[in-house]
């Protein structure tokens, strides 16, 4: 059985799908990150990076932390969306789901703080982390005009890992109308939606009340550089 340390936000929502979409065995654990659940100390053994999600699995007591590392483990685990074995469509794949890991995660999520929740006057950083972002959503555009699917003819590892960030787009670029410059990932994003397993990852969100307050007690939870 699969312990999943799940808080509503998109790197725990790529691992909500895929269990979902496999139907492993899972018990999803809150981390309420606005209380500051990531910093106590029993979450810290299972994740020292202090962020969700993270994994338990009961069956090999593997402790994984890391939503691309999860996802990567839990195909094998499963049998399921596993990348391809052809050495060079393996590498394909491999080249977008580490871009979405370390490009469109990291630059969307980076892009959110600076525009919506940091102090005024940050318009080199504002600047920066939206041309970035940008940068990075339109390369997955252009890649989807091109192919039905981030990783080929199938859906698979990389569409799900996509998908978490998807739901933020418009957050993301501070713009409702956001989707009009994305109409391929929207095509995606839509298709994957209308998959039962979808509906039950986004459902997860309601299974707990989280914090919603983005007061002093989640700002420090969340931005522990501000207290230094
Ligand atoms: N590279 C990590 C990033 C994890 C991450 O940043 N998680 C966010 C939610 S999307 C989080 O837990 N934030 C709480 C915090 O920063 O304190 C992954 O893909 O799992």
Known sequence: MIKFYYHPTPNPAKVALFLEETGLDYEMVPVDTRKGEQHE???????????TPAIV???????????TAILLYLSEKAGQFELPSDPVQRGQALSWLMLIATGVGPFSGQAVHFKHFA????DYAVNRYDFEAKRHWNLIEAHLAENKYMGGKEY???DIAL?????????????????SQFPNIKRLFDEINGRPAAERANALKQSHEFKTDMDATAQRAMFPHKDT
Not at 119 to 122: L, V
Not at 163 to 179: K, L, Q, T
């Open 156 to 158: 698979g590892l990389v």
């Open 57 to 67: 699995d009961t069956d090999t007591g593997a402790t994984l932390f890391d939503s």
């Open 163 to 179: 998908w978490g960030w998807c739901g933020p787009i418009p957050f993301v670029m501070d713009d409702e109308n956001a989707w």
């Open 41 to 51: 100390a029993w979450y810290r053994k299972i994740n020292p990076n202090g962020k």
């Open 119 to 122: 102090p005024e006057g940050n």
